[in-house]
């Protein structure tokens, strides 16, 4: 329905109506011709099956009360439980959430995970919000969505502008509403509160561990290979430094306040020391300032995008000067832009379902342990999380090469395959 790429074409669907959620729209109808997936099968396969908006009164430190718009949508519950994300960040609507549920669904499919893909958010800018608002804010919301969710119905993580700390308030506010302690409600805790293990950098190490793979594929040595890095939180600020440890030279990095540049490899240690200072990226006196749009098209081996989706466009795909494009951030490059890097067979992607999946692996570990209340060492947690990854990459490049798609429809086919497959396995109740 939404093949035509129009806004506003979305049938009974049309609550979804956000370039994000028509650009998965888009690439999954790519996919569906391909598979030559019965029209009867598409849509049930393509539109979430439950998505939730509540009202969030919160009392806000001046004493006023704001009420925020907060979202969950879980795409497809016929593999498992689901599970995805949550984020907040000003621009969240019900449409982005949705797209980002399908592709949670896609990416646990391709990496054989048990479950179904959901994603969550809260329209909010938890940068200009204290601690206690935001604390209200999470409890809130972890409340009003107690029906829908559980350990064994839909579990949460943390997403673009959430982290350990809402983890852990999710989880007390969930287990206090039980009466006992619930650590499988949310993955991506504290350790300390029986998180895993490796959770916190499994998505920026899993995407440089890729990056690696991609090289031995190229060609390409890390001790003479730059990286470009957009997005300086858990996942870009992990895979730089994980590059970086491979012997890969960081040349440039950003956040939402800008970037800085050198040619000469920017120390991480220091950035780091620079952004506990000042907050931001910005202002680093080790290099010069540059910007979100001209970073993207810096001349280097590996372009790692780690911020928000469609940054990749039809504007600036042909200009782009990258071997690898490694898919850190959810939904980063447009159909658009992809139809212009197909032409260019020097670019090799790493797509975004395949690149960022280490997350959603140690995820389900952390998961697993907590259901057993068993748990792993960091070696076990980044063995098993290595090997699920190299599975995944070999799959994907193979069928990419043997039937002469690009990477990206290989992975999107592996895991609509078995959605479909598993769907049809089950029938259509009643
Ligand atoms: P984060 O909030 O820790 O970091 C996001 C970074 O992006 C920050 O440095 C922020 O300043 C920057 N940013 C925000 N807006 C920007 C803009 N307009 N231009 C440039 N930079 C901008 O979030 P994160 O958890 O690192 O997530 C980053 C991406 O990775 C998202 O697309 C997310 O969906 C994806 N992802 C995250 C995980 C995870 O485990 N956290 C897993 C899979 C995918």
New binding site residues.
Partial sequence: MCSSGKIGYLGTMEIYNHPTFHMACQQFDLVADYLQIPDRDRDRLKYPKRSMTVALPVRRDDGSVQVFSGYRVQHHLTLGPTKG?LRYHPDVTLGEVAA?AMWMSWKCALTGLPYGGAKGGITCDPRTMSTGELERLTRRFTQEMIPFIGPQIDVM?????TNEQVMAWMMDTYSMHMGYSVPGIVT?KPVSLHGSLGRRES?GRGAAYLVNRAMDVLGLKAGSSTAVV???????SVAAFSLAKYGVRIIAV???SGGVYNEKGINLWELQKHIARSGSVAGFPEGDPIT?EQLLVLPCDILLP???ERQITEKNAGQIQCRILAE???GPTTPEADEILNQREEIFIIPDILC?AG?VIVSYFEWVQDLQSFFWTETEVMDKLFRILEHAFTETLQMSKRNGVPMRMAALSLGIKRVHQAKKLRGLFP
């Fill in positions: 994300g980002l993580a943390p997403d673009l502008g991506g998505t957009q997005g300086f939180g858990n996942v870009g950003s956040d939402v979100n780690a911020a928000l850190a951030a959810n960022n997350g």
